[in-house]
């Protein structure tokens, strides 16, 4: 593996089961079965900004978010970062090249500083054809991502970037409920990250934020952003994806 090498070479100790027992697909092993998948699992530390894999990168590693969170993320031609999606605790990525064999088809950057258990391509495969729970999880995870990018495609190609920002902001406030109608985000992406998840810019978005703000919708304190009526935003971006082709 050549992606971010540099980190390799920091110390290296065991996973432990316990571990990996915060990861979604495994929630329904036993202790004894994540104690058996781990045992040839290395754990690596990131710190926040670091890079982890390199866009085209031939390396084909699978890595499980113990701690802290990542950025999937590339540079269009012009320069211009396009987010793709940021990943908490307890998600995975990297499988698409373990499966596939394929280059990376993205950059992955630490967002803040993280812990990392690293999988071999072939214990993943094995783990997938000898363990039909882990297969279906990953087949779940991997429809999931297509019907998540299907959205994105279609709002990309239909909606005006205002509704695109609402599409944003309901997807981040569904990830944060604190009730069953308001979230908070914290810490709330930037204008300019939030440009980057919308393919625009980040005075697009200053003014919609400020609009929304107005509107009783939003509210900005410190880091966090206060989602105050989600079925409200909820409707805003239903009416502006029904109304394509009217």
Known sequence: ?????????KPIRGVTG?????????????????????QPLQLQHFFAGEEIIRYLDHS????????????????GYSGDEVILCDLPQGEIFGELTAIDGQPRSAAVVARSDSLLAVMSNQAFQQLICESPVFCMAIMQRLAGQIRRLTERVFDFSTLAVRNRIHAELLRL????????????????PTHAELACFVSTHREAVTRELSELARNGLIQRTGHELRVLDIERL???VDTARGSIGD
């Open 234 to 236: 909820r409707k805003m």
């Open 173 to 188: 406030a569904r990830q944060n409920m604190d009730s069953p109608n308001t979230a908070i985000i914290n810490p709330a």
């Open 1 to 9: 593996m050549n992606a971010c090498a540099n980190n390799f070479n």
């Open 60 to 75: 084909d590693s699978v890595f499980f978010v113990l701690e802290g969170s990542v950025r999937v993320h590339y540079f």
């Open 18 to 38: 316990a571990q990996l027992a915060v990861i979604r697909e495994f929630q329904d092993f036993s202790a004894t079965d994540l104690n058996m998948i781990a």
